[in-house]
């Protein structure tokens, strides 16, 4: 009998016993176990140690690791280093506890978003010693909002457009320098047959034309760039206003609607309009003939088609130019982590020629492609003439997005605007850009950037 | 009327079908054979028999077809991304040298470790709380089951950041389970399927072969233990399988739960791959094969409890 | 003569030790709910009330948010897509886990072969399911699809390319992803139907029909009521299926409800709006599974 009275079988007194002895052999198993991995990262509390954080795969980690031991070995200052996969993610997990890394490396395209959080702190360029190796329409840049630079360039690029030289060979054409002879081959690649396998199986172009991720409004800024149209520009008075309604931009993204996406066949591979870049491999598959895009693919081209295959080419000029879309890294100090001077020795280092050296050079992958610092050549340190002319488009033909406002939503709508004006060829561009236009200013209203 | 045995009485009928099973099916059998599935397909060759296999193949055709690529790309040197192709071309074991180079072994018996424990914890766990909420009565009865089906219903990209924060400082005790196969372990222990899964099918089992045991003097646990569980196993057969699968390809988990690279799992290395430009799209395809294979391994493993009928003879009806 | 049962009185209630005993068995599982999904998810719920800002602190906002997904035009057009996919995937991919159940049941070694392989779309990474569709979905002649559709003498068809055909596209492949899922419950319920019950309906002379109809679905209940019931909190919640194929194009004609949540999160950063919207979806749910269940069990009463 248990203490109320009740009949209870022997053995359930024994099988509870039991049960609870398992319980907490279970809880001491999972205690140490839980107890014993302990954290392995260097201490935020060392003054002497900077936790960096960048967005990178095994391979470019790697090259990022000799960086970083080279500047240890120089100025003693030990760097805990994470090549951080979900990156936006665990930021966001340690701004919330309000630990965050001292420098991180990441796109320029995020500084507006980072600032608006108030994760980066405002850097004075004249205290990065080297900082005038770095040319002015570069530090311009790192510009926030406020004025003052919350970035210190690190890397940069331009579009470039990647033609298949021995198919343009083939069929007799000469390099596209305009929009109207970029046109002219497309359509000759999609006609022609120029692999002369017999088949209509090849494409002008790739394109990744899906409003995901905003990869339309990426990949067409260029286009928007070199038909003299913007998407938002300064109004002046500190703030922002929406320009995507303006004679240019309809003529250009018309333009883009009737001969790209709406015009003969194959001028761009066939499903277009959802793909992103990790599915629009028609270029080093070797069916498409053009591919407008950054020079890390030249390693990739090169292994799949063959130095000799491809050549890179300035992007076509359009009727204001041939800007192309600029992009790159910046090295950010997160807020208030104290630990200015080792912070800023960092990143004198990673802008001064030895560490860009570094930076583009070994068997891994490179992590600066144009270096910021001009004293240094591209084609010389990569050891390939083809980078001089990713390097002439960055210095003189080319545009970002503007960094200072957080421009997540406005290339996100964007995109979603011209993914819809590509797809519905009867659409009309004037009012659908109007729309987009509306959309912008509700954006850019919630930035406070238009009253 | 004696209270029947505890193992369910058998006809003569289904004991010659369920020894002729044993032997393997290829034998012709009598109308035994007609009871043994539903739609009562026979063994025999006739219209019925061409039909199946037909229809066998077609279901071969449209769900398992479209894998020869996987597998063909998985063994060919430098397949397109952009084509599709049924045989490899250069076959070749490169893509799976390569996917070992970096790492995947590694990754594999990360998941392996997690998937095993985890479904372990979670099968205990689910038979647990079924068994109380399907064999007993009380008060707030339907409220727990729709809890832990609430647990399915918010996604998972909402928790997350919630989530790392109460892995890296959990409530109460304090411990940071950052960088441990706990941290992933524990938060799959408790899943609403499982749980309703088993609660669903305790539930079917008639009173009478528990009131019976409970006569014979037989405690919750052995009740548990002894009479309900074996009653169950095409139900443990199906959450073994699922819970499996399910924890095999958790992602978001393993990311926010890891504290170096090192952690991860077979699934995040895959992804990882994918966006490493200079790894071509053969080696993604071979992660993809090797991370599959266990889990198939468990569905073959587990198969048999779902086929398994229970015998004729069950006190049912 | 019963067996002897407990003397006591038992007017003291929760406390006696048979009443305690659900709970203890019981504690295990919702322990583990209440710290890793209870209290995440109570996190989560309580974000949707802010503008969320990790670092400067969150800023409470009211109903803001919920207002804001409410009245987006985005969201209200993803609604639709939502309820056709999520209901159309659901039921199509219990039809066909039905018949595949009833196809593929039995223990010839030459059966379990086939189930395996069937079960190919379950154990595969979605990710890689998703480009294996793109290509299938080729919107040349020469597309896998195509190509076999142009063996029927169908002509091809843009799938993806175009936002008329892309939903039904996608529905496709959700229920081709989900249907094994569900085969291998059905063939669980299936495998408890008493086999005396069939040897009876023989010998009354039941044709196969009438068999199927009062013998195995009354026996099924409990497997299609799990079905349902997963339809039910998981149908809604599409997502998968819609970002690896089309990413919500084009044209927004997949956009389903999580995927603009999805965005709204991570693109635009505005994480307390995708709170609010997954709170919205999970009082939904929570609505449909509660009404599932109530159904079903006016059913059971009958």
Known sequence: MDMNGVCVPMGDVRRGRRLAATLAAAALLFGTAACGADSDSADSGDPNALEVWTRSNPDSAATYDRVFAAFTKKTGIKIDYQPVVNFDQQLQSRASTKDLPDVMINDTALMGSYQHQGLLKPIDPASISGHGQIDAKTWSSTVGLDGRHYGIPYSRQAMTLMVRKDWREKLGLPQPKTWQDMLTLAKAFATRDPDGDGKKDTYGMVVPGSAQNGYVAWWGASYLWQGGAKIIEPDGKGGYRPVMDSAAAVRTVSWMKDNLFCGDKNVVQPGALTAVTSTATNFQDGNAGMNLTGPYNIVTFDGTLGKDKFEVLPAPAGPAGSDALAEGENVYFGAKTGKDKQEKALAAFLVSPEGQKLAMTGKNQPVVRIPVNTTLDAAKVHDDPRWSVVQKAYREASEQFPNAPDLAPIKQDTADSLNALFTYCGSDVGAGLQELDDTLAGDLKDQDLMP | ?317 | MTATVTTAPRRRGVLTRKALLPWVFLAPGLLLALVFKFVPMGKGIWLSFFEVRPFLGDKWVGLDNYTRVLTDHRFQEAIGNTLLLGIGMSLGAIVVGFFLALLLEGQARSLKIVRTAVFLPVVTATAVVGELWRLMYYPTSDGLMNSALGFLGLGPVPFLDNPDTALWATMVMGIWMTAPYNMVILLAGLAGVDRTLYEAAAMDGVSLRQRLRYVTLPALRPALAIVLTLAAIRGLRVFTEVYVLTGGGPAGSTEVWMTRAYTLGFTRNDIGGASAASVVLLCVTLLLTVTVNYFRKRGDVR
């Open chain 2, 1 to 317: 009327m004696s209270a029947p045995a505890l193992d369910p009485v058998r006809t003569p009928s289904g004991e010659i079908s369920a020894a002729r099973a044993r032997r393997g099916g290829k034998q012709a059998r009598t109308t035994p054979a007609r009871f043994d599935t539903a739609l009562g397909w026979s063994d025999r060759p006739g219209p019925a028999w061409a039909l199946r296999i037909l229809l066998c193949a077609i279901a071969l055709a449209i769900f398992a077809a479209p894998f020869l690529t996987i597998f063909s790309g998985a063994f060919s040197t430098n397949p397109s991304g952009s084509s599709l192709s049924f045989l490899p071309h250069d076959s070749t074991l490169l893509n799976v040298r390569v996917a070992g180079e970096r790492g995947i072994w590694d990754y594999f018996s990360n998941s392996l470790v997690i998937a095993g424990g985890g479904l372990l914890l979670q099968l205990a766990v689910s038979v647990l709380a079924a068994y109380a909420l399907a064999r007993h009565r009380f008060r707030g009865q339907a409220l727990i089951l729709t809890l832990f089906m609430l647990t399915m219903m918010l996604p998972e990209e909402v928790i997350a950041i919630p989530l790392s924060l109460v892995l890296g400082h959990v409530p109460v005790v304090g411990l940071d389970l950052k960088g441990t196969v706990w941290g992933v372990i524990l938060p799959l222990g408790a899943w609403g399927f499982s749980v309703m899964l088993l609660t669903e099918f305790m539930k079917d089992i008639p009173t009478e072969i528990e009131e019976a045991a409970r006569l014979d003097g037989v405690g919750e646990l052995r009740m548990l233990w002894q009479v309900v569980l074996p009653l169950c196993k095409p139900a443990l057969g199906v959450a073994g399988v699922l819970g499996f699968i399910m924890i095999w390809d958790q992602y978001l988990l393993p990311l926010i739960a890891a504290k170096d690279p090192t952690d991860y799992t077979v699934t995040v290395a895959l992804s990882i791959l994918r966006t490493d430009p200079e790894v071509g799209s053969g080696v993604v395809l071979a992660g993809a094969v090797i991370a599959l294979v266990p889990s198939l391994v468990v569905y073959l493993l587990l198969q048999r409890s779902l086929v398994t009928g229970i015998a004729a003879g069950a006190t049912k009806g």
